[in-house]
Each structure stands twice: as structure tokens, then as C-alpha cells.
């Protein structure tokens, strides 16, 4: 097996034996057969908000979509900034929005300047540029549609918009290109499976998704510092809608998908007050510091757009 492509070789061999000659005599003919693996993007989600929690206004699905040879790279990343809270074992820490932001569990007795730095480095991990990374969210305002329908709502719109960006590799240069959706294990996760399924095969309100490898995977997020990603990615665009509080927001905006030159990748179902709200925020007190350099510096993103 290939290990950078993923691709399967394997080599066949026959002996051609001529009418009435001992098998020992006959000739003996190798061939190898390619079979070629699409690459694959993997679109890390979580939610923010619940669907029917009256103590807010919003719901959030979002995450990011990242090349399948890059992962490593991105978690090498984030490592690092959770020693900084527990250097003999790092992996006990766990990045999650509203913990660091409040601080809670992990995060109970942490400074806030160093919850803050570790915020703002690990989401400055988006801009890398050779990662070229993709932000995929859907914002519903509770009060716009039935409860019943939001969850749909939101997968379809950023099931939809993830599909079309692999669409548009092959579009654009011939580039064939899988998806796979990955999530929290405490998302909604027999739902979101039976949508997947459905988009695929029966199709939805905007088309039919035609790029999924299969239906999404759900992983516990404490073993996976992407999902933990995502988690920060879903929150800040929350406190964002929610809060009026656009510090993180900032740092995930310029990796939002475009097409066009318009911003595609953010799906949201607003009412015009929030609109005017959105727009009115003014600076905060408390801004956010630069970020330590994590960011900087990384592989090359084979595959990626």
C-alpha cells in the first residue's frame, strides 16, 4: 500500500502452460494492478446552543474541514499549548468553549490570561496558510423556524455547502475528492447519521449530496484535539450571535469558506434585529492578545484548495 496516497497495489501472477507440457515448463507472467484511493477532507463538527433550551436564542453547527494528510501536522500544533497546563500529561486537557471561557472543570483556577492565550493560539491555528483549512457553520436564531426542524436544517446547510466545495476541486482541475463528517459522540448522533443517509440517497431541499465517503463518524472528543478544535470553532461563532461578543469570531471569519468572492460557508437564519445588532458591536474591553506564533509555519497541504 501506497502510504502517501493510500492507494492499493497489488501483483497477480499466471503460468501459461502450453497443451501437454509439465507445469515445471510453463511461463510464468506478473502483473500489477493500481487501484487508486481518492483523497479525502475531513469536516470536524460540533454544535453550540441546544434546539430547545430556552435560555438561548441560538443554535450553532460548525467546525472546520481539513486535508487528511494535515491532521497530524495540526494536532502536533495543539499539543504543545495543553502542556502548558499539565506538562506530564498533556492529553488530560481538553479544549472545550464554554469550560475555558467560564472557567470550569480543566480550566477551574487558571488564569485568565493564560485561558485566553490558549484560546486565541489554538484558533490562529485556522489561518495557517499552506493548511488552507475551511470554516463550514450554520447559525439559526430559534425564533426564525420550528424547533423540530433546526437540527435538520442546520446539517443540510452545512452538509450542502461541504459537498459543493469537494464539487468544486473536481470543477475546477480534475482533483477527485471524498468527504467524511466527524463529530462529538455526545452530538446527535443517530440523527445526523439517518440525514446523512437521506441527503445521499433521496437527496434534500437544496440538491443531493454526491461527495460523502459514508455517514458521519463520531468520536469522543476527549481523544481528539480536532473535535476539541471544532468545539472552540462552534462556541466562539455562538458567543458571537449570542453574546455580542466577536473576539473569537474575528479570528475564525477570514477561514469562513468563499465562493466567488462571497462568504458561503456561514449559513444563517437570522432576524434583521440581530442583524442591526451584529453590526453595531463595539470594541471590547478586554481584546484578545496576538497569538504565541503557534500558527505559524506548517506543511504542505497536498490535496487541499
Known sequence: MDV????LSITVRWT?????????????????FHFARPPVHLLYLDESGHPHDPGTQFFVLAGFAVFERSTHWLESRINPIAARFSPQEPSAIEFHGSPMYSAKDDWAGVAPADRVQALVDVLSLLSNPQLQLRVFA??????????????ERSFEAVAHQFDQYLADMWARRRD??????????????????ALSSL???????????????EVPLFLDSKASRLIQMADLVAYWIFRYYQSKDDRGFRLIEPSILCRAHQRVGLVASVTPATEAALAAIPPHKYPFPDPTGAAVGGPAADGAT
Open 176 to 193: 477527485a475528492q471524498r468527504g467524511l463528517v466527524v463529530c462529538d459522540k455526545a452530538s446527535y448522533e443517530q440523527r445526523l447519521q
Open 199 to 213: 441527503f445521499k440517497h433521496q437527496g434534500h431541499a437544496l440538491g443531493r449530496l454526491r461527495n460523502f465517503a
Open 16 to 32: 501459461i502452460v502450453p497443451p501437454g507440457s509439465p507445469i515445471s515448463t510453463g511461463r510464468i507472467i506478473a502483473a500489477r
Open 138 to 151: 450554520s447559525v439559526i436564531e430559534k425564533s426564525t423556524m420550528p424547533q423540530d426542524q433546526i437540527l
Open 4 to 7: 502517501e496516497s493510500g492507494a
